[in-house]
């Protein structure tokens, strides 16, 4: 079953895609239209326009579209993407783009409504993707949802991306496909750097300790056991059982380093660094990039980040 935030979220979506339907048939544009939305309408660019429901997707179908189509994202940079509420503009984009990419597995609760909406083609990127089960919480025994945080499971988003892009726009086929071999391979290296990288630590050392638990996959490619704080869409973070569980496994394990998410709050594990001497190895990303002059303002730049993240952590040294 659903936990509680899914319910929530499909129930405001509701009510926000019903004003919307309001606003499309008056012709009337919503208060606040920001440019994103502005660039979607632009009357100079005849490019096919690809909609992703947030900014991982939306940089990989840049990639591989190389140019030839107009991609934007329905959330912003920085956005927490379980709980987000889509807008009247979210669904009046929706329905000017030619296609609509979304991750699946439950990962946009809203997602569902929102997309029957709207008369594009859509394409979830992990079909195909062998997946990881949520260990526990409401959710357990779901699909893990952040697939693409596996340098393996990547290879998948972007063949499908190049499939859907294929179908869309024929002409530029054989540039989707170069783009989309060219993109694998970088990011397989990053997935065999952390690999061959990790390969020396201690057995007991090697484990990833966050606090979501949304690498599954990554921990998964790199042989390392996966803990966290609390499982996927938790409606409680951080709570005393969750908080003492972790202690009591970074200790017996001698774990040097501990991590949390760039979109949530690190004081919980911040309580599991100081009572097990271990150190808060660094924020990583996950859900969102960051704005063009931050850290992460690729998908390519998350996982190179992420990936020396976790490296000098749990190398014992001190992450830069």
């Known amino acids: 079953m659903p936990n509680s935030r899914f319910r929530t979220a499909t129930m405001r979506c509701a009510a926000l895609l019903a004003s919307a339907a309001a606003l499309a048939l008056s012709g009337c544009a919503p208060a606040g239209a920001g440019e994103r939305a502005a660039a979607v309408a632009a ?24 140019g030839h189509v107009r991609v934007e994202s329905v959330t912003k940079v920085g956005a927490e993407i379980h709980g987000y509420e889509p807008t009247p503009d979210d669904l009046r984009r929706a329905q000017d783009a030619d296609l609509v990419l979304d991750n699946g597995l439950g990962l946009e609760a809203w997602f569902d409504r929102f997309v029957d909406r709207v008369g594009a083609p859509h394409v979830t990127l992990t079909d195909g993707i062998a997946t990881l089960p949520i260990a526990s919480g409401a959710a357990e025994g779901h699909a893990n949802p952040h697939a693409w945080m596996s340098p393996d499971a990547a ?55 966050t606090c979501e638990g949304a690498f599954s996959y990554l921990a998964r490619d790199a042989g390392l056991a996966e803990a966290s704080l609390w499982p996927v869409n938790a409606e409680r973070q951080g709570t005393p059982q969750q908080v003492a569980r972790a202690i009591d496994l970074v200790r017996d394990r001698d774990v040097p380093a501990v991590f949390c998410e760039s979109t949530v709050s690190p004081t919980a594990q911040e309580q599991v660094a100081r009572e097990t001497g271990a150190r808060l190895g660094g924020v990583l990303y996950v859900d969102s990039l960051s704005e063009p002059d931050g850290p992460v303002p690729t998908y390519l730049d998350l996982l190179e980040h992420d990936v020396h993240v976790i490296i000098e952590g749990l190398a014992g040294e001190e992450a830069s």
């Open 43 to 66: 009357p100079d660019d005849d490019r096919p326009v690809v909609l992703a429901t947030f900014t991982v997707l939306a940089d990989m179908a840049r990639v591989v579209g190389g």
């Open 155 to 209: 290879a998948t988003y972007v063949a499908n991306i190049e499939r859907a892009l294929a179908d869309l726009d024929p002409a530029h086929a054989a540039d989707y496909r170069a783009n989309a071999t060219a993109y694998t391979e970088r990011i397989t290296a990053l997935g065999e750097r952390l690999r061959d990288e990790l390969a020396g630590l201690e057995p007991e050392r090697r484990a990833l300790v």
